[in-house]
């Protein structure tokens, strides 16, 4: 059984930086892990995922450049770099775990197992 717990969230001023980590425990060592978020009234989108045995890392077009997905050695815990923080990423930040297939890695339907969420909430 999967478990994920996610940290690290808060409020922060816009321009702002916040790193969020993902406890995993009981995921299969090829399931790829993910960030989500869903704003008030918005459907949940994939912010970036990171496939472990390959590196490869897949991130949304609104957050490149600014956030950054890692994973420590132990494949134990996830993280999520967010610099350069913006208003409209205020959301509720959800890690996720699954075997995404081929242009499924940001699309929500494609992973099974979700944390309980961490809100990040951004001021201007």
């Known amino acids: 059984q999967v478990q994920l717990v996610e940290s690290g969230g808060g409020s922060v001023q816009a321009g702002g930086s916040l790193r969020l980590s993902c406890a995993a425990s009981?995921?299969?060592?090829?399931?790829?892990m993910a960030w989500f978020r869903q704003a008030p009234g918005k459907k949940r989108e994939g912010v970036a995922t990171?496939?472990?045995?390959?590196?490869?890392?897949y991130y949304a077009d609104s957050v490149k450049g600014r956030f950054t997905i890692s994973q420590d050695n132990s494949r134990q815990t996830m993280y999520l770099q967010m610099n350069s923080l913006k208003t409209e990423d205020t959301a509720i930040y959800y890690c996720a775990a699954g075997l995404p297939g081929f242009g499924s890695a940001l699309l929500p339907s494609a992973f099974t197992a979700w944390g309980q969420g961490t809100q990040v909430t951004v001021s201007s």
């Open positions: 009981g995921a299969r060592y090829d399931y790829a």
């Open positions: 990171i496939v472990p045995l390959t590196g490869v890392t």
